[in-house]
């Protein structure tokens, strides 16, 4: 099971970077991109899923190290 709060984040980068007009032709722009998105990304995104992690560690050890909704 992945708890990996990380890879929510990056889900939220790819799905801002999808949003952004005009899409990235190049290595700088798809920079310029990036750091857009991360611009985007609210502190309150980043402590909702830190604040998760308690649960997530605890849905894991429930499930005895199978799947979690996480």
């Not at 990380?6 to 750091?35: G, M, V």
């Amino acid at each position: 099971p992945d708890i990996n709060i990380q890879e929510h984040i990056w889900a939220e980068l790819e799905r801002l970077l999808r949003t952004h007009k005009p899409l990235p032709q190049s290595e700088d722009q798809l920079w310029e991109a990036l750091n857009w998105a991360w611009c985007q990304i609210s502190q309150e995104f980043i402590d909702a899923l830190y604040e998760s992690l308690p649960r997530r560690i605890e849905a894991l050890k429930r499930s005895q190290g199978w799947n979690t909704k996480y």
